[in-house]
Every structure is written in C-alpha cells, then in structure tokens.
C-alpha cells in the first residue's frame, strides 16, 4: 500500500480537467464515505489480518466487470442530454453513498482491483462518461488509500525496508 501510494496524487493530476465534469455536490458527497470507508478497512485490516479476504477478491472483481459491461442497460441516459447532473432519488443517493463506503472499506482493508470496483460503483451512478468516472476514480482511491497507509503506519504495519524504496523508486521512474 505504502509503496503504490506516489501513484494516486499523479493520477489525479493527470485526469484533473475530467473532474471539473464531475458536479462539486457529488465529490464531497463521495469523499466522505471514501475517507471513511478508507479508515475503517485499514483498521480492520490491522486488527484481523487478510488471509480470508484473498478468496473473494476473484468474486469481487467478477462482479464488478460485470456491473461496468451492463451500465449501459442499467444507467437510463435520461432526454435531456445533461450527464453532468445525475438524477437520482434520495433512496438511490443513499445507495450510492453506501455502496462507495463499501469499495472504499474494502479498498482500505485490501486494495487489489479496487479501481474497477470503485469504477462500477460511479458508473452506475451515472457521473457522465467514464473519462470522468475515472478521473473521479482517482480522487477517491486515492484518499481512501492515502488515509489507509496512515493508519497502517500509525499501526506499525509498514515494513520500511520494502516499502520506502519501492515508493521512492516510484517517484524517479
């Protein structure tokens, strides 16, 4: 975790332009159960171990894929032409804000694949195209994971031998 940290502030960077797409409402609304999200999976991580979670990554992935190849018959794409603004009852932006806690939390306790699961979790919302789901992708895995290495390294979970060089090799290549 520690060692791909570098990675999330230069996507960000690069898919900047794509966030002023993504309303500022939603961004805020889906950073905070990303951060939390975040948090909550790195301290459970640190509290339980990852042996048993391996199994379901493959599933998780899976369903994720699969989620992002039927957007296109789950999102309605409205008349109006205006993808900018989602259009989605209190109910479904309750859903949403759910469903990011959840990546996010398994993003903080685990983080492989978590692109494509935060990637099918925004899709859905219907955030516009996947330039901007992806660039808004980057915003929030990359909070979430940057909280998650703090608290792994609050907890004394990072092994500095390994992870500060890959890091900093990350920086210079």
């Known amino acids: 975790a520690f060692a791909l940290l570098t990675a999330y502030p230069a996507a960000v960077w690069r898919t900047r332009g794509e966030l002023t797409n993504v309303p500022r409402r939603w961004i805020w609304l889906l950073l905070i159960p990303s951060v939390l999200g975040g948090l909550l999976g790195a301290l459970l991580l640190s509290w339980s171990g990852d042996r048993n979670f391996v199994v379901l990554v493959p599933w998780l992935i899976l369903v994720a894929t699969l989620l992002l190849l039927l957007r296109p018959i789950l999102v309605s794409q409205g008349g109006s032409g205006d993808?900018?603004?989602?259009?989605?009852?209190?109910?479904l932006q309750a859903v949403a804000v759910i469903s990011v806690f959840l990546v996010a939390l398994y993003?903080?306790?685990?983080?492989?694949g978590i692109g494509i699961l935060m990637i099918s979790a925004l899709s859905l919302m219907g955030l516009g195209d996947i330039r901007s789901v992806v660039a808004l992708k980057n915003l929030l895995t990359g909070c979430l994971r940057g909280v998650a290495v703090v608290a792994l390294v609050a907890e004394g979970l990072v092994d500095w031998g390994y992870g500060l060089p890959m890091a900093v090799g990350g920086l210079v290549g």
Do not use: C, I, T
Not at 107 to 112: D, I, L, S
């Open 83 to 91: 993808h900018r603004q989602p259009h989605l009852s209190p109910v």
């Open 107 to 112: 993003g903080g306790y685990f983080g492989a």
